[in-house]
């Protein structure tokens, strides 16, 4: 059976979330030429698990890598950057690629990715092996990021949540919601959520960005997003939780005021970029309801954090701020 990487809540801890004790689980160096490993994104495989890795070299050039692990926590990163296969070369030339969502929908491995293409926009590709990969067309214009597919199709269309940006350090953000009938054409598109008000939540006040492939629940999906608030020394990122509309996912039904994890330890708050938590993946355990979260950390390393989903549900409604 396929092991879940999971470590019991500290006795002397009272948050919904806690951090691995072993963090970070992989370091900036795994790879003889990388920089940095963060924001990245795994899912269930085989008899283990599978993933692909935002890995910034030392050229500081932004590249995904597939990496393979037993348990979750071990990983094996391919050291050669993903190839993607496009019949469009122009869509296929590789600019650059970051912060990776991968999504198992009916019988492959879809991945999102923030693809350079004249600017930042949605770069989507489809593998059932991590060995190829198939590009398809950019879901959108440029310039958006944090595109993330629902693990099925909402009213038989596949559906994507995602952020419009601008080209640089964007300063505003909020979250929408299009759907696809063949993942090429995308419309549809409705409004989600906007960044808080900076007097209730102030993590989450300048920009918001969608992080792991939402959670279907009895109460919802459940999407781990990022919030950012900017501070006299730059940009903070924590991350909380919100409940969508199963069948009306830009429909809110409850959003944490408070978050779950923001910057604290050494690693989250020194490196790359100081005072970065960015969620990308989390797994899900049915039976025991126990969540792993994987999460860049300050845009070094990257870490892991736990939950159960009873307790991230009933934070998310005592908290909400809808
Ligand atoms: C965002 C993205 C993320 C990064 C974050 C903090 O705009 O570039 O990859 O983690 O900024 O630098």
Redesign the pocket.
């Known amino acids: 059976m396929r092991p879940f990487p999971w470590q019991e809540r500290p006795a002397n801890c009272k948050s919904v979330m806690w951090r691995y004790s072993e963090n970070p689980i992989i370091p900036r160096d795994l790879l003889p030429d990388s920089n940095s490993i963060?924001?990245s994104a795994v899912v269930p495989f085989g008899d283990g698990y599978a993933g692909v890795f935002?890995c910034d070299d030392q050229n500081r050039r932004m590249t995904l890598h597939a990496g393979f692990s037993n348990d979750g926590i071990r990983w094996e990163i391919n050291p050669d950057t993903i190839h993607f296969d496009c019949n469009d070369a122009e869509v296929g030339e590789w600019v650059y690629g970051?912060?990776p969502r991968v999504t198992f929908i009916d019988d492959r491995y879809y991945v999102t990715w923030?693809n350079g293409y004249h600017g930042p926009t949605i770069g989507v590709a489809w593998t059932t092996d991590f060995k190829t990969f198939h590009q398809l067309e950019n879901a959108f214009l440029p310039f958006n990021?944090n595109g993330v597919l629902f693990p099925r199709k909402i009213n038989e269309r596949f559906a994507m949540l995602s952020r419009p940006?601008d080209n640089g350090?964007?300063a505003f953000g909020d979250i929408f919601y299009s759907e696809s009938p063949d993942l090429e054409f995308w419309g549809r598109h409705r409004h989600v959520m906007a960044p808080a008000p900076f007097e209730l939540s102030a993590w989450q006040c300048m920009k918001i960005?969608a992080g792991p492939v939402p959670i279907e629940t009895k109460e919802g999906w459940l999407l781990f997003y990022h919030g950012v608030l900017r501070s006299c020394n730059g940009?903070v990122?924590a991350f909380g939780s919100a409940l969508l509309d199963l069948e009306q996912p830009w429909k809110v039904l409850a959003r944490s005021g408070k978050y779950l994890i923001s910057p604290q330890t050494i690693y989250e708050c020194t490196g790359d970029?100081p005072n970065?938590t960015?969620p990308c993946a989390a797994l899900y355990d049915e039976p025991t309801g126990r969540i792993a979260v994987y999460y860049?950390c300050a845009?070094t390393v990257t870490g892991l954090a736990f939950c159960h989903l009873d307790d991230v549900i009933r934070f998310t409604k005592e908290t909400s701020i809808v």
């Open positions: 963060f924001n935002r970051y912060d923030c990021r940006s350090h964007t960005g940009y990122y970029v970065v960015f860049g845009d």
